[in-house]
T-cell receptor, first 116, second 109 residues
Framework: NAGVTQTPKFRVLKTGQSMTLLCAQD?????MYWYRQDPGMGLRLIHY???????AKGEVPDGYNVSRLKKQNFLLGLESAAPSQTSVYFC???????????????FGPGTRLTVL | GIQVEQSPPDLILQEGANSTLRCNFS?????LQWFHQNPWGQLINLFY???GTKQNGRLSATTVATERYSLLYISSSQTTDSGVYFC???????????FGKGTRLSVIA
């Protein structure tokens, strides 16, 4: 199993440009998440999804949109990138607690995004 | 929402020394995980430990859910243990993991 994968690994954008980050998981997890990590800080939740076709806002959702058209994929979009969105973005996935008592969360390798 | 506090924020060890990292949380949890973020930025799952004690080689962890804390023990530290250690918790239900700010560990030879 590949686990959680993220595309791309690195990206540089100019202010105002748009892009989409792709997350894929092959563990049949119901839940998927997008976090961002800034220097010296822990991870902060941007958006998450509890299943195909559903999304919810996290702690820092402004400036981002997400879509979950397929169970195994979770997309994070930046419509008009700003320098404040320079960060490392992590995707994660886990089982739904009601299905199993086991809900360990697994992370992808991260995407380093710089907005100039 | 639930609050997660980790201590100490920074720790410098001589190779071979032992250490204890602490994670306090403010509410009941159904998931607690410890992660190691290595110098390349990867998040490595160390323990899934909502309660009880687990050991994996030189690392072990204990969570006392009733007293709302967890401890991560690192014995005979090695330079490869350097990085940031994060504690993350999930509140009751299916809410996402909430992270502490981490403990930055530097092990020097």
């Amino acid at each position: 199993n590949a686990g959680v994968t993220q595309t791309p690994k690195f990206r540089v954008l100019k202010t105002g440009q748009s892009m989409t980050l792709l997350c894929a998981q092959d563990m049949n997890h119901e839940y998927m998440y997008w976090y961002r990590q800034d220097p010296g800080m822990g991870l902060r939740l941007i958006h998450y999804s509890v299943g195909e076709g559903t999304t919810a806002k996290g702690e820092v959702p402004d400036g981002y949109n997400v879509s979950r058209l397929k169970k195994q994929n979770f997309l994070l979009g930046l419509e008009s990138a700003a320098p404040s969105q320079t960060s490392v973005y992590f995707c994660a996935s886990s089982y739904y607690l009601g299905r199993s008592n086991y809900n360990e969360q697994f992370f992808g390798p991260g995407t380093r995004l710089t907005v100039l | 929402g639930i609050q997660v506090e980790q201590s100490p924020p920074d720790l410098i060890l001589q190779e071979g020394a032992n250490s204890t990292l602490r994670c306090n949380f403010s509410d009941s949890v159904n998931n607690l995980q410890w992660f190691h973020q290595n110098p390349w930025g990867q998040l490595i799952n160390l323990f899934y430990i909502p309660s009880g004690t687990k050991q994996n080689g030189r690392l072990s962890a204990t969570t006392v859910a009733t007293e709302r804390y967890s401890l991560l023990y690192i014995s005979s530290s090695q330079t490869t243990d350097s990085g940031v250690y994060f504690c993350a918790v999930r509140n009751s239900g299916n809410t996402p993991l909430v992270f502490g700010k981490g403990t930055r560990l530097s092990v020097i030879a």
